[in-house]
């Protein structure tokens, strides 16, 4: 592991930069947020943050960081931190509240442990927007979770409530 080495890390640099390169990511991207209600636009993160990249999160992440051929980061490395930026306030609070309900409706599910997981690796990668499998991985886990809600279930013939006799009905 990185922490029980003394070798150099990427770029030449200790073990660890990798880290530090990603908290400085995560600061950058937060800053724009807030400074950008309207959000960046869906799938420009790769595009615009070249122009708002700390100079030090791109020495740590490339050592021929002043090329501008360098390679630079599709994604922030954190799915809500990239909806924030992409979409905005007003999409971040759409998405929130989205997720709120998802969060609801699996509650009892068997596919609630499978969501969890998929959340908090959402925070430390970007699973939903790089790779099209776990998004409909994470939509098929969603949708079974709302179909096995307690009350979800198709009644059986046999639970279904008939009239006593001698009752009439409306």
């Not at 990798?18 to 724009?32: D, E, I, P, S, V």
């Amino acid at each position: 592991p990185a922490w029980n080495t003394l070798e150099e890390g990427e770029a030449g640099e200790a073990p660890l930069s990798t880290m530090k390169g990603r908290a400085l990511l995560y600061q950058a991207g937060l800053t724009h947020f807030f400074q950008n209600p309207r959000g960046i636009g869906l799938g420009r993160f790769e595009r615009d943050y070249p122009h708002w990249r700390p100079a030090e999160e791109a020495r740590l992440s490339h050592g021929d960081w002043k090329n501008s051929a360098t390679r630079r980061p599709k994604t922030p490395h954190n799915e809500w931190l990239l909806f924030g930026l992409e979409t905005g306030w007003l999409g971040f609070l759409c998405i929130t509240m989205g997720l709120i309900q998802i969060g609801r409706s699996a509650r009892r599910s068997w596919a609630a442990p499978a969501l969890i997981v998929l959340f908090l690796h959402s925070l430390v990668r970007s699973p939903l927007s790089d790779n099209g499998v776990t998004l409909a991985l994470g939509a098929f886990l969603w949708a079974a979770a709302c179909a096995s809600r307690p009350g979800n279930s198709p009644a059986k013939p046999s639970e279904t409530k008939q009239p006593r006799p001698g009752r009439k009905t409306f």
